[in-house]
């Protein structure tokens, strides 16, 4: 099972700055199967990276993925008030289990 | 317009059962991989179970094997998640989430959740 491990835990940036989140995974993951998702109190989380570095449809450009191997970035340009969220990542490769990283929380400073 | 309905949660003593539903619409659910996902109160995302077009293959994560049992019904385009030998870990809410047409993506689509409790 590939284990996803997060960092930071919590992000505390004002609106306007830029967050740059990291997933590293515990064995190598094929560029084409790592996802990160947006979640907000309350609601389903929202797929916004796919193959580590693909918008999904109606993601803005200021979000953006990167990444290969076992290290992977999710970077938001610059922080919109509707971007303060927990954030995920996911490695969803053929083989289950499907495994999420334990999330980063991106707080107002 | 996609949709996916969760319906069937509620609270359970520990040791009782539970079957959940997720209703789908607006894409072709016959032809589009299922899956369940958990988040206890407070914590992250956790895969549970998905389920191949067909019905005829599944997979669990270790935790769920042997209590739960993943199913659909293609002509009610509905998917199931059936729930015995309930623990107090399983209070979650249960999300159905599904990658659409492709097997190999990431879940674009997922429901608003419903709340298992299971009290001991």
């Known amino acids: 099972e590939i284990v996803l491990t997060q960092s930071p835990g919590t992000l505390s940036l004002s609106p306007g700055e830029r967050a740059t989140l990291s997933c590293r995974a515990s064995q190598s993951v094929s560029s084409s199967y790592l996802a990160w998702y947006q979640q907000k109190p309350g609601r389903a989380p929202r797929l916004l990276i796919y193959g580590a570095s693909s918008r999904a449809t109606g993601i803005p450009d200021r979000f953006s993925g990167s990444g290969s191997g076992t290290d992977f970035t999710l970077t938001i340009s610059r922080l919109e008030p509707e971007d303060f969220a927990v954030y995920y990542c996911q490695q969803y490769g053929p083989s289950p289990p499907k495994t999420f990283g334990q999330g980063t929380k991106v707080e107002i400073k | 317009e996609v949709q996916l309905v969760e319906s069937g949660g509620g609270l359970v003593q520990r040791g009782g059962s539970l079957r959940l539903s997720c209703a789908a619409s607006g894409f072709t659910f016959s032809n589009s991989w299922m899956h369940w996902v958990r988040q206890a109160p407070g914590k992250g995302l956790v895969w549970v179970s998905r389920?191949?077009?067909?019905?005829?293959?599944?997979n669990y994560a270790d935790f769920v094997k042997g209590r739960f049992t993943i199913s659909r019904d293609n002509a009610k385009n509905t998917l199931y998640l059936q729930m015995n030998s309930l623990r107090a870990e399983d209070t979650a809410v249960y999300y159905c989430?599904?990658?659409?047409?492709?097997?190999?993506?990431?879940?674009?689509?997922w429901g608003q959740g419903t709340l298992v409790t299971v009290s001991s």
């Open positions: 389920i191949n077009t067909y019905g005829s293959s599944t």
């Open positions: 989430a599904s990658p659409g047409g492709d097997p190999d993506y990431a879940f674009d689509y």
